[in-house]
């Protein structure tokens, strides 16, 4: 079931009754796919593989820029210029045994763009609406669960959308209900371990998810003022991506 090397590697959070035997076997199962290799992206990457997640696969179109290191701590200087996919997919590969992570240097705009596999969980860590709302039709039709996760300057949002449930909002019944601070982090900036917090949250209940349960609600974290806020998101009656 588990190897005598995976054994001691993960013997620290194998006594969690949330994971056990059963749940590590699980995650090392289990197939993410992950679109952003950003600030959000790169911590939360990085603790899915070193908790044993199986097969991560990352999407991601952009290229390392030295403006991106203070956040995006799997690169360093000898990255810059090169595609944050493929960097890292192979330091991951590298660092985590037991973890195939497999990249896709991709800008994605159409469902039909997504790599094929099945999925347990989907995460969009671009912090981009379109991009959101693709991996929504796809998680939609094939009833595949989507973390969402969005930083801003300290505060950030995390939210499942699972609109392939009859009392289950999706994310364009998010996106409807509550408005995301206005502007990107090119313009109202954006504090490294304020993003990285909300990255380990979501790797957190990516785990959550993976062993078969997920938060209801909507979490809003002020990482800087240290308040954090639950919301409960209602399915949208008449939602154009998720209504009957
Ligand atoms: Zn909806």
Redesign the pocket.
């Known amino acids: 079931m588990l190897s005598d090397d995976q054994l001691l590697r993960y013997s620290r959070q194998l006594v969690l009754s949330e994971l056990d035997f059963i749940g590590q076997r699980k995650l090392l199962d289990s197939r993410v796919l992950v679109v952003g290799a950003g600030g959000l992206g790169c911590p939360l990457v990085l603790y899915l593989a070193s908790s044993g997640v199986g097969h991560i696969t990352i999407v991601d179109h952009d290229v390392v820029e030295l403006h991106n290191l203070p956040r995006q701590i799997l690169f360093d200087e000898r990255d810059v210029g090169k595609k944050k996919a493929l960097v890292a997919a192979d330091k991951l590969n590298q660092q985590y045994p037991d973890t195939a992570v497999d990249a896709v240097c991709l800008r994605l705009t159409e469902v039909s763009e997504l790599p094929e596999g099945t999925f347990d969980l989907m995460i969009d860590a671009t912090d981009t609406p379109s991009v959101g709302l693709v991996l929504?039709a796809y998680s939609?039709v094939h009833r595949v669960p989507l973390l969402y996760l969005a930083a801003v300057a300290m505060e950030g949002r995390l939210f499942f959308a699972r609109?392939y449930e009859i009392d289950k909002?999706?994310?364009?019944?998010y996106f409807?209900s509550t408005a995301d601070p206005a502007g990107g982090c090119h313009t109202l900036g954006v504090l490294a371990p304020a993003v990285g917090a909300l990255a380990l949250l979501g790797a957190t209940q990516a785990l959550r998810s993976l062993l078969g349960e997920m938060p209801e609600t909507l979490l809003c974290l002020d990482a800087w003022r240290l308040n954090a806020l639950q919301l409960y998101v209602a399915?949208?009656e008449g939602?154009?991506?998720?209504?009957i």
Do not use: F, M, V
Request: hydrophobic share 20%; aromatic share 0%; charged share 5%.
């Open positions: 929504n939609i609109g909002p999706c994310l364009q019944c409807g399915k949208s939602c154009t991506a998720c209504g």
